[in-house]
């Protein structure tokens, strides 16, 4: 039975970091690409960034580039989302997703499994 579950959420001030892993089981993650989406409060689920199977490609979107690394150990079985300089604006629900193929998702249809969802408070 497929699953991803995630950890490291937390409460973070602004201009710290957070580190969130999402642990897969019942599968082999290294067949598929791995990324997050993030919904923030009253706000719409969007794509943050997502790494394909062979870590040779990767996305993020504008509000994050620069300051967040995705990253990911087969061995494992886990993937990372490194989160640097974090603002308000980052405060969200963060989802683990996994795609139904080696390359990052262009659309949701393309996912296959969603995470329980990590919470990030970004706070003074």
């Known amino acids: 039975q497929l699953q991803l579950v995630e950890s490291g959420g937390g409460l973070v001030q602004p201009g710290g970091s957070l580190r969130i892993s999402c642990a897969a089981s019942?599968?082999?993650?290294?067949?598929?690409?791995i990324g997050w989406f993030r919904q923030a409060p009253g706000g719409e689920r969007g794509g943050v960034s997502c790494?394909?199977?062979?870590?040779?490609?990767?996305f993020y979107a504008d509000s994050v580039k620069g300051r967040f690394t995705i990253s990911r150990d087969n061995a494992k079985n886990t993937a990372y989302l490194q989160m640097n300089r974090l603002k308000p604006e980052d405060t969200a629900v963060y989802y683990c997703?996994?795609?139904?193929?080696?390359?990052?998702?262009?659309?949701?249809?393309?996912?296959?499994?969603w995470g329980q969802g990590s919470q990030v408070i970004v706070s003074s």
């Open positions: 790494i394909s199977s062979s870590s040779d490609y990767t």
């Open positions: 997703v996994v795609t139904r193929g080696s390359n990052c998702w262009v659309s949701r249809d393309e996912i296959q499994s």
């Open positions: 019942g599968f082999t993650l290294g067949y598929y690409a």
